[in-house]
């Protein structure tokens, strides 16, 4: 992969950062993926453009990962909100420029803000406070900034794509979007193909640049 050229790293692998390394790794970045569990590793091996086994609140360790060389690291790290912090604390020492990182709760994030996160995300918090800055639209359920012109919007499929194929649509051309995966009740598909037929009540994740989000979100209001 590697088809752009900003590179990405993602620590912890829950939900919240493989969904993240994933999308992010399905549109051609590169990705380097780190969890200190074995087994989380070897699961996700081929999800990403580099999987490694590390603790990643020891200093050399992250080192010698090469960390400060990635464009944005994300600190998905989720249960434990010391191994959270002090990976968050070591990666602005190291002088990495821009860090996402989640936060268990707005204490938490305001612990984060402190001590050098770039952005704080609360995945798991009520949908309904939007993430974004100022998205207002019913249609939009979900919205992660991973840089300040990256993020990944869930939102409901809107009327003017409903019965058209993902082709037919046209999101890419016309909002420099990507879906990376569409809902349809309990069942998802990772990626959709493109010639799935989006229906009323489907969800679609996209990943894109903020200005087309922007733009997209001005058409679903």
């Known amino acids: 992969m590697g088809g752009n050229n900003k590179q990405f790293a993602v620590i912890g692998l829950g939900r919240f950062g493989t ?115 100022n998205l207002v639209s019913s249609n939009i359920l979900d919205f992660i900034e991973l840089s300040p012109n990256l993020s990944i919007v869930e939102i409901s499929a809107p009327a003017f794509v409903v019965g058209q194929t993902l082709v037919q649509s046209n999101l890419r051309a016309l909002y420099e979007v990507n879906v990376v995966a569409l809902k349809r009740g309990d069942d998802i598909k990772v990626p959709p193909k493109p010639e799935e037929v989006i229906m009323e009540g489907d969800v679609l994740v996209l990943v894109g640049n903020n200005e087309g989000l922007r733009r997209l979100e001005a058409e679903v209001q």
């Open 19 to 133: 969904t993240v390394a994933k999308a992010l790794y399905r549109l051609g970045y590169d990705v380097l993926a780190v969890d200190s569990d074995e087994e989380r590793v070897h699961a996700f091996s081929n999800e990403a453009t580099h999987v490694v086994q590390a603790d990643s609140t020891d200093e050399e360790t992250l080192k010698a990962l090469g960390i400060r060389n990635f464009d944005v690291v994300v600190v998905a790290i989720g249960q434990d909100i010391q191994a959270n912090m002090m990976a968050t604390l070591l990666l602005r020492e190291l002088g990495v420029p821009y860090i996402v990182v989640k936060a268990a709760n707005a204490l938490h994030g305001k612990m984060l803000e402190k001590i050098g996160a770039d952005r704080v995300v609360y995945p798991e918090r009520d949908m309904g406070l939007r993430l974004a800055h």
